[in-house]
């Protein structure tokens, strides 16, 4: 099983490249950083960490071409790789929380496939342009530098038609909340399979990345109790994955009373049993069993994401034992 760490924007500014030197020497193949609005902007961290590492990947996971223009996420990225020695790795996805912004959510799935042409173009085409509905590209629209290197291109999707759409396009694909393997194994990834097939690719050249949301701790019941608080943020907003595995609108509704009204005391109805589903929460007895049910069920790769504990990098060092252990 292959091991991904991605950082979240709200960390102290020098936990970044230790955090990422450690997970270098623990044997995690790459580090990535979630943007999104109102936490850290993801390129510069990305620039320390690749400075702090020689060999993990490293990138954005995810980025999204809708307040970022592909031809910027292109050059960023570009630049990202010449930085790193050719190691930069691309997340890109529909992006969230455009109601900040006095925005309607404006991601398409025909969008974030143009977004993905016109950043190769931009990087590694010959300049001709790109007749784009979302995104048209003009004529010697190409980098003024870098390498030219074919960046590697993951599409971070939760639904099934974005996982097609990886399969089809993209050199792999992230999904989030994936700490129970069900809804990978019984829908995502026939769907990247059938989008690999229909577009002449052999499914196993199509990189499948679990993620899960993590927050773990020696002390159990200290890490349960705060990722409860972290679920909260991000579950009323998890559409398909909440059908699937049957989640109470009542759970929902005391997330959404959590975060956006202040009702913490709410956070104690979400459920052990949905807490399971979407996070590795607990201790490192917690993590092993966690990874050897994803092991069980196929599951190849497996990122931690988020804060990692209330002590990152103790969290960090929790995750590499349970690793060993597997």
């Known amino acids: 099983m292959r091991y991904l760490l991605q950082l979240h924007g709200n960390l102290p500014i020098d936990a970044y490249p230790r955090l990422a030197a450690r997970a270098e020497e623990l044997g995690f193949e790459d580090v990535t950083l ?11 961290v990305l620039c320390d960490i690749a400075r702090a590492t020689s060999r993990v990947q490293v990138g954005p996971n995810v980025t999204h071409p809708y307040l970022t223009h592909p031809v910027q996420i292109a050059a960023n990225i570009a630049h990202l790789d010449e930085l790193s020695g050719g190691r930069a790795v691309l997340g890109i996805g529909r992006g969230s929380m455009y109601d900040l912004v006095g925005m309607r959510n404006p991601a398409t799935l025909r969008g974030l496939r143009e977004a993905v042409d016109v950043i190769r173009e931009v990087i590694s085409g010959d300049g001709t342009g790109y007749a784009g509905e979302v995104f048209p590209l003009g004529k010697s629209a190409k980098l003024h530098f870098g390498t030219g290197r074919r960046v590697p291109v993951y599409l971070g999707t939760l639904g099934p038609k974005g996982a097609r759409l990886a399969g089809e396009h993209c050199d792999g694909l992230r999904i989030a909340a994936q700490w129970d393997p069900a809804y990978v194994t019984k829908v995502i990834r026939a769907e990247l399979h059938a989008g690999a097939v229909a ?124 690793m060993r252990l597997v």
């Not at 929460?281 to 196929?298: K, P, T």
């Not at 994401?305 to 002590?311: C, Q, V």
Request: charged share 30%; aromatic share 6%; hydrophobic share 45%.
């Open 199 to 322: 577009a002449g690719r052999r499914p196993e050249d199509v990189d499948l990345v679990a993620e899960n949301w993590t927050f773990v701790h020696r002390d159990r019941e200290l890490a349960r109790h705060g990722a409860r608080r972290v679920l909260a943020t991000f579950l009323p907003h998890m559409g398909p994955l909440l059908a699937f595995h049957g989640v109470p609108d009542s759970e929902v509704a005391a997330a959404r009373a959590a975060t956006r009204d202040g009702e913490t005391d709410r956070l104690a109805e979400i459920s052990d049993r949905t807490l399971d589903l979407f996070m590795a929460a607990g201790d490192r007895d917690d993590l092993v069993a966690g990874l050897r049910r994803l092991r069980e069920a196929g599951v190849g790769a497996v990122s931690f994401s988020g804060e990692l504990g209330p002590e990152p990098e103790d969290a960090l060092e929790l995750i590499g034992e349970a």
């Open 34 to 44: 979630h943007d999104v609005l109102l936490r850290r902007p993801a390129w510069p």
